[in-house]
């Protein structure tokens, strides 16, 4: 074989280099044809609701939710936080702010006020509550799925008109359609039909634990053996109290006269007032009278009402409890009592000892609906006393009530059904109206509850009944309810038992968060 000219070597190997570079450029075009192909299907998946709505984003024992998941309980995290926390300070503005995020701004970037490890701003709190509130649904509805538990057709009534609800609220408020507004409530990839499967899995899930907690039955020796031994607690202890302040005291500069008082001089004063006190009240109307005659400047103070307390053991301050809770205390005992070194107000307590109250009466129930006092067309300027105006107020709120009973009284439904129809159908009459469940004699105001356990009451019984700090209560008579020292301890008992199931049912039920929560928690209500 002869050998290859070096001039035909040349011209092979320049066309083995250009073949070379053809296949690299074939191999690189393909390559980026695939990149460009892949970029796009993942902005067009993450673009729409299928990343939101269809990957996992956190599974809790086998449970999957994603990121539209997620979403429904971060921000019913937050509103259970915003409503509990309105409940409690709701006419305490300087409150509110400072419990309270920004909504109009993200909750990532604001900073959380009680911080610790994980968690530095409000999202990072409200991410938490929600993993928590996930965590504990996924237990349940699993738990009922085992157990063959299923959601009744009243759950599932409540649970169609829930989501009526939101396409009513999505019509009125100019939305497109009802998958536009919840995505506007809860973020991307909300859509009804992921809105409706989170409305049944939190159906199921606290349906499921109302059936665990009412399980469990409980004997006549268990229920009092439970209360004897947590009788402090539950007991309601009646009796007056007066506190004369002994904290120091600084001068106010807009005024002539020096306040100026060292705490030991001010504890002093507060313990020889105690002691003028302890001496004037060797009955009853004594010790009011004492009281009274501290405040003979202020017009409006009423020594009697402010100075009886209707209390549980249990809600009982510390200063005072062991005083009050002593086995050997009997009605008519009298003493004052300091106040410990470490508490923030330092003084003198006076207590007048009443009664102690076991419960061993009957529990009612009932419906309601209030007429607050009515001031309209009422003017305080046509009535020569406070006494004259309060009773005018006294008499238009009354007639408005039996306008309103009358509504049921004159109607054929003589139904708690048709009583609640009736209040429903009162419109702007009423402030408020509601259930009355279980009520012991101290949980509702005194002529209310007055009327309510009258042993002479049936079921169905109607009336009006007015009280001075609330308006005219219209009421509805439901049930006796049994002794309720016994519903004290059975709602204790299950609450235990209760407690003790969910601590051993949720402990394997972790928390696994994947990559796509980081685009969770991102909720145009809440700033985002």
């Known amino acids: 074989m002869s050998e290859m000219s070096p001039a035909k070597a040349a011209r092979l190997a320049e066309a083995e280099k250009?073949?070379?570079?053809?296949?690299?450029?074939k191999?690189?075009?393909?390559?980026?044809?695939?990149?460009?192909?892949?970029?796009?299907?993942?902005?067009?998946?993450?673009?729409?609701n299928l990343f939101y709505n269809v990957t996992t984003a956190v599974e809790i024992g086998g449970y999957k939710f994603t990121v539209a998941d997620f979403n429904f309980n971060y921000v019913n995290s937050y509103n259970s936080y915003y409503n509990n926390i309105y409940n409690l300070y709701g006419s305490y503005s300087s409150i509110l702010s400072s419990m309270?995020?920004?909504?109009?701004?993200?909750?990532?970037?604001?900073?959380?006020?009680?911080?610790?490890?994980?968690?530095?701003?409000?999202?990072?709190y409200f991410k938490n509550s929600a993993l928590d509130r996930m965590r504990s649904v996924a237990m349940l509805c699993t738990e009922a799925e085992k157990a063959g538990f299923t959601l009744s057709d009243e759950d599932m009534a409540s649970i169609d008109a829930a989501v009526t609800s939101a396409k009513a609220s999505a019509e009125s408020g100019g939305f497109p359609n009802v998958n536009s507004y919840l995505a506007r409530v809860y973020?991307?990839?909300?859509?009804?039909?992921?809105?409706?499967?989170?409305?049944?899995?939190?159906?199921?899930?606290?349906?499921?634990?109302?059936?665990?907690?009412?399980?469990?039955?409980y004997t006549q020796e268990q229920k009092d053996s439970y209360y004897?031994?947590?009788?402090?607690?539950?007991?309601?202890?009646?009796?007056?109290?007066?506190?004369?302040?002994g904290s120091a005291v600084t001068d106010d500069e807009e005024t002539e006269v020096d306040e100026t008082l060292?705490?030991?001089?001010a504890m002093a004063q507060a313990e020889a007032t105690a002691k003028d006190i302890l001496s004037k009240a060797t009955s009853e109307q004594g010790y009011i009278d004492a009281v009274a005659a501290l405040h003979a400047d202020e017009e409006d103070y009423d020594a009697d009402e402010a100075t009886k307390m209707e209390s549980r053991g249990a809600n009982l301050g510390t200063a005072i409890k062991d005083w009050l809770l002593s086995a050997d205390r009997k009605a008519g005992d009298v003493d004052m009592l300091k106040t410990p070194d470490d508490s923030t107000s330092q003084g003198y307590y006076v207590l007048y000892y009443l009664s102690r109250d076991d419960n061993q009466y009957h529990a009612v129930s009932g419906y309601y609906g209030l007429v607050a006092n009515v001031s309209e067309g009422v003017s305080r300027d046509d009535y020569k006393t406070d006494e004259e105006y309060?009773?005018?107020?006294?008499?238009?709120?009354?007639?408005?009530?039996?306008?309103?009973?009358?509504?049921?009284?004159?109607?054929?439904?003589?139904?708690?059904e048709g009583f609640q129809k009736a209040m429903t159908d009162a419109g702007d009459f009423l402030s408020e109206s509601g259930a009355i469940t279980n009520s012991g004699i101290y949980d509702l105001p005194d002529s209310l509850s007055a009327w309510l356990h009258d042993p002479a009451r049936v079921p169905g019984d109607t009336t009006t009944v007015y009280d001075p700090d609330f308006g005219c209560f219209v009421v509805y008579f439901t049930s006796d309810d049994g002794v309720y020292a016994d519903l004290l301890s059975?709602?204790?008992?299950?609450?235990?038992?209760?407690?003790?199931?969910?601590?051993?049912?949720?402990?394997?039920?972790?928390?696994?968060?994947?990559?796509?929560?980081?685009?969770?928690?991102?909720?145009?209500?809440?700033?985002?």
Not at 200 to 208: H, K, M, N
Not at 228 to 245: L, M, N, P, Q
Not at 509 to 518: C, D, I, L, S
């Open 262 to 265: 060292s705490a030991e001089d």
């Open 228 to 245: 004897a031994e947590h009788k402090d607690d539950y007991d309601v202890i009646v009796y007056r109290t007066y506190f004369i302040s």
């Open 390 to 416: 309060d009773e005018a107020v006294k008499a238009l709120t009354e007639l408005n009530g039996s306008t309103v009973l009358g509504t049921y009284t004159n109607g054929s439904d003589k139904t708690l």
């Open 18 to 25: 250009e073949r070379k570079a053809r296949q690299k450029y």
């Open 187 to 217: 973020g991307k990839g909300m859509t009804e039909k992921v809105y409706r499967r989170n409305l049944e899995r939190d159906s199921l899930a606290a349906a499921y634990s109302e059936s665990v907690e009412a399980s469990p039955t």
């Open 100 to 124: 309270l995020p920004d909504t109009s701004v993200s909750l990532w970037e604001q900073a959380y006020p009680g911080a610790s490890d994980g968690v530095s701003t409000w999202g990072d």
């Open 27 to 48: 191999i690189t075009v393909i390559t980026v044809c695939v990149c460009v192909l892949v970029l796009v299907l993942f902005v067009a998946v993450f673009s729409s």
């Open 490 to 528: 059975e709602s204790s008992m299950r609450n235990e038992d209760y407690e003790k199931w969910y601590d051993e049912a949720i402990e394997p039920y972790t928390v696994n968060t994947r990559w796509e929560m980081r685009f969770a928690g991102k909720i145009p209500s809440l700033g985002d």
